[in-house]
């Protein structure tokens, strides 16, 4: 699945943390990172990605306690770099990983923090 106009974000919440999240084209959310204390940091996180998102070794499909899948992205020593959204199928969530090994290399980001 092509996502000609994928893009990272990075935006900040109330409690001055730093996250980043990968849109599709349509503008919906298919991964997103974990708080960081430091813009820095996540800029790090979003470079992690780019790099790990061709080696399909790091990505790891998971379920939700109720049944929906999604996905995880790791760097090399198995830490989270971000999860994914839920999805109602495990081949959408596999379309999913396919758009973000393909797109997330190339995307640019928005700062929005």
């Given amino acids: 699945m092509s996502m000609p106009n994928p893009k990272f974000q990075i935006y900040s919440d109330t409690n ?14 298919i991964l997103q990172s974990e708080g960081y204390s430091a813009k820095f940091s ?14 399909q070794a790091r990505f790891e499909n998971k379920t939700t306690p109720s049944g929906r899948p999604y ?3 790791k760097a090399a020593n198995y830490e989270i770099i971000a999860s994914s959204e839920t999805y ?12 973000v090994m393909a797109n997330a290399p190339i995307a640019p980001v928005e700062d929005l923090a």
Avoid: H, M, P, W
């Fill in 16 to 29: 001055d943390q730093y996250y980043f999240r990968l849109l599709n084209e349509s503008g919906e959310i």
């Fill in 42 to 55: 996540c800029e790090n996180g979003i470079r992690s990605v780019k790099t790990e998102a061709v080696n």
């Fill in 88 to 99: 109602s199928s495990e081949s959408n969530r596999d379309i999913a990983i396919a758009s």
């Fill in 71 to 73: 996905f995880i992205l």
